[in-house]
């Protein structure tokens, strides 16, 4: 193979808004994240939303005293980058609930309390709504409300949470007519909480639905029916319309003993890495709108509350930068490139490519798709992550399905270097490329002209 180069990134106001790529910017309601420090790599990666959570609790703390200026400080930033903001509209507020188990009302549901608590929740959501209207579109309502962790006094309720997606939605639409209504469920929600939230819910109620999933391999979620199970509960209660998320999800680089992703404890950042390519490229495959990776930066400036514990030890560390230092990790640099071949006009078409490989454990997967008209193909091994193994070089041979692709060029996504075969290893009458390598992590093949290289 002839290296060409590396594959060229872009600023986040370069990518287009049809680009499936988030991130999280979420916990800067608690003070767990210096946003400032942020804002800069961020665009650097070429992330194109950003998923917000709003805090009742550092917006009012005084009753009928609105400070808008750390969340608008957090959209206009973001806005000025290229990146799109949308909210997750959540939480409890001590100015109203003096017995909350937590200083910032995290998980404490207002619903739950008297009725001056609903009051002011509906006072600050319409607020919230005005204040924010020409910026944000899309409103996530609460947080994995089918988890006692952020709900809070009492067991999770899907009817209850349905009757607070359509207080709180309502109260927005009525001041921000086209605003995008959203719900979410945690990496384990029971199939009778999803059919029972939808089922009191009506199609005019929800636009969108987040999945919020961490589970240890990317390919989990579809060998196992996760995704396609509640998408079939939610078209089987008549919510045809709406569009699916990935709202919250990821591989830390590190993680606590224990930890439901790494048992042992530990990580790398190379793992993180490989997840994430693997994780944002199977989301697209079975058609989620947006893939919105937990999240810009390890939480390290003060302890992780939820509504009734407190992580007093550093939790896993989920960030694409380094927690206290902010510089990027390698989930950085490869989210950089997810934002360019996951921007454009795309369309699935079926598998693409014939793969010859050597005897493995483990059988590819492929992802072909049409980015502005042009053939792109993708494929990888769905190898356990934790096994770090290195890609075999020139270890297969690739069989290309059509004729759209006329001078092959091999990307790899992890590293980011464009190479292209040799004439010995391209045959354009039968289609087949040799020498090419295969792994643990995502090759690309296009035409020369599908991405730039510098």
């Not at 006072?123 to 809070?152: C, M």
Request: some cysteine.
């Amino acid at each position: 193979m002839r290296y060409l180069g590396q594959m060229k990134t872009y600023h986040s106001h370069e990518i287009p808004a049809d680009c499936s790529v988030g991130i999280g910017f979420e916990c800067i309601d608690r003070d767990m994240i210096k946003p400032e420090k942020c804002y800069n790599p961020l665009a650097a990666c070429g992330a194109k939303y950003a998923r917000c959570q709003t805090g009742w609790a550092k917006c009012e703390r005084e009753k009928g005293v609105y400070n808008w200026g750390w969340l608008d400080d957090i959209v206009n930033n973001l806005l000025s980058r290229g990146v799109i903001p949308w909210f997750n509209v959540g939480y409890g507020n001590p100015a109203y609930m003096p017995h909350t188990p937590n200083p910032t009302g995290v998980g404490c549901m207002p619903l739950l309390y008297e009725d001056y608590v609903v009051e002011g929740w509906k006072n600050y959501v319409r607020a919230l709504a005005e204040h924010f209207k020409g910026r944000v579109t899309h409103f996530e309502i609460w947080n994995e409300p089918d988890i006692v962790h952020f709900w809070y006094p009492g067991e999770p309720d899907a009817a209850a949470y349905a009757e607070l997606i359509r207080l709180t939605g309502g109260i927005i639409r009525s001041v921000i007519p086209d605003a995008r209504i959203g719900a979410c469920t945690s990496s384990n929600p029971k199939h009778e909480y999803v059919s029972k939230l939808f089922e009191n819910l009506s199609p005019a109620d929800l636009d969108f639905y987040c999945f919020h999933t961490y589970k240890q391999y990317p390919e989990e979620l579809i060998n196992t029916g996760f995704y396609s199970s509640i998408i079939a509960i939610a078209k089987e209660k008549g919510m045809n319309h709406l569009d699916f998320w990935m709202g919250e999800g990821g591989h830390a680089s590190w993680h606590p003993v224990y930890h439901r992703a790494c048992k042992g404890g530990g990580g790398s950042e190379h793992r993180q890495a490989v997840w994430q390519l693997r994780r944002f490229l199977l989301d697209f495959k079975i058609g989620l709108k947006l893939t919105s990776q937990f999240q810009i930066a390890d939480m390290m400036e003060r302890p992780y509350q939820m509504a009734t514990s407190l992580i007093q030890n550093t939790p896993a560390r989920q960030g694409i930068l380094n927690g206290l230092i902010y510089t990027p990790k390698k989930a950085h640099d490869t989210m950089s490139r997810l934002s360019v071949i996951l921007s454009g006009k795309r369309e699935i078409i079926e598998d693409q490519l014939q793969i010859s490989t050597p005897k493995h454990d483990y059988d590819p997967i492929i992802l072909s798709y049409l980015r502005e008209g042009k053939e792109v193909n993708i494929y990888w091994l769905p190898i356990p992550i934790e096994e770090e193994r290195p890609l075999l070089k020139k270890a297969t041979q690739v069989k290309l399905l059509s004729d759209a692709i006329k001078n092959p060029m091999v990307i790899d996504l992890f590293t980011g270097i464009v190479l292209e075969p040799e004439d010995c290893e391209w045959n354009p009458e039968t289609r087949v490329i040799s020498g090419l390598p295969i792994g643990e992590y995502p090759i690309l093949i296009c035409d020369k002209d599908t991405f730039e290289v510098e």
